[in-house]
């Protein structure tokens, strides 16, 4: 079984560790900007369709800008 020769530090640990939530909080961010477009009806590049059940219906869901 490969073992590591040496101990990795603690401050290249804390740097992948970083680079990791760092891409993590990135697309993160990246999907909730898709949601808010597509709520708001102002997306371009993400093409979806609509219930007309959803749309005709007299329920309606309503979001605060507060919220978002």
Known sequence: MA??????SKAKT???KS???DKAKETALRAFSLAKSIL????????YSV???LS???ESISVDRDDI
Request: aromatic share 12%; net charge positive.
């Open 40 to 47: 708001t009806n102002r997306s371009k590049s993400f093409y």
């Open 56 to 58: 005709n219906s007299s």
């Open 14 to 16: 804390r740097i992948r």
């Open 19 to 21: 680079v990791w939530r």
């Open 3 to 8: 073992v590591p020769k040496k101990r990795t």
């Open 51 to 53: 219930n007309d059940e």
